[in-house]
């Protein structure tokens, strides 16, 4: 069975641009979860996509969104990039029932210049 | 809101020794699951054990158990007989029940393995 694959695994992007990234679940997972991982903030929640739909949603400005398509494969999006947002974004997927774990992806790490 | 403290940034060990990982939270649930993490250098995060807060029973898996107190709130790692593969970044976190998957997560700590 694949595990999560997020792509692309680098990327760097100017100041002012906006970014897309993408997150293909586990083979019959319909929840996808978001986290960006920093040294200072550690790891916080972005969102949480079910079966299209945001169920979730962590303390971000606007300029952080989500999507998901019916095949439960996500992409987060970041518009009117700055420097603080240079990160590792690490995508889960979930069968999305109670209790059921969370799998990871081996993360994009974002560099803003 | 949940918080996830761990107070220890960084531990060592030696090679097939064993060590323990700390780890307090708060909350005001009395349903909830609680997980450590684990984050190589490939930067890939791995579970490594789970614990339901219904559960008295601490969790077990292989080399890893976990000694949970619910009323101390505290969820510590015991890894036993470490091996050089061990060395990693260790994340204690925390989810409700009814949530679905969102994770709070501990700062980490940054285990090392010395022969």
């Known amino acids: 069975k694949a595990g999560v694959t997020q792509t692309p695994r680098y990327l760097i992007k100017t100041r002012g641009q906006q970014v897309t990234l993408s997150c293909s679940p586990i083979s019959g997972h319909r929840s996808v979860s978001w986290y960006q991982q920093t040294p200072g903030q550690g790891l916080q929640f972005l969102f949480e996509?079910?079966?299209?739909?945001?169920?979730n949603k962590g303390n971000f400005p606007g300029r952080f969104s989500g999507r998901q398509f019916s095949n439960s494969r996500s992409e987060m999006n970041v518009s009117t990039l700055e420097l603080g947002d240079s990160a590792l974004y690490l995508c889960a997927s979930s069968a999305g029932g109670f209790g059921t774990e969370a799998f990871f992806g081996q993360g994009t790490r974002l560099t803003v210049v | 809101a949940q918080t996830v403290t761990q107070s220890q940034p960084e531990m060592s060990v030696q090679e097939a020794e064993t060590v323990t990982l700390s780890c307090t939270y708060d909350t005001s649930e009395s349903d909830y699951y609680l997980f450590w993490y684990k984050q190589p250098p490939s930067r890939q995060m791995i579970l490594v054990i789970r614990q339901e807060a219904y559960k008295q029973q601490n969790a077990t898996e292989n080399r890893f158990s976990v000694n949970f107190q619910k009323a101390a709130k505290s969820f510590s790692l015991k890894i036993s007989d470490s091996q050089l593969g061990d060395a990693a970044m260790y994340f204690c976190a925390y989810r409700e029940t009814g949530t679905a998957s969102k994770l709070t997560f501990g700062t980490g700590t940054r285990l090392q393995v010395t022969l």
């Open positions: 996509y079910f079966s299209e739909t945001q169920r």
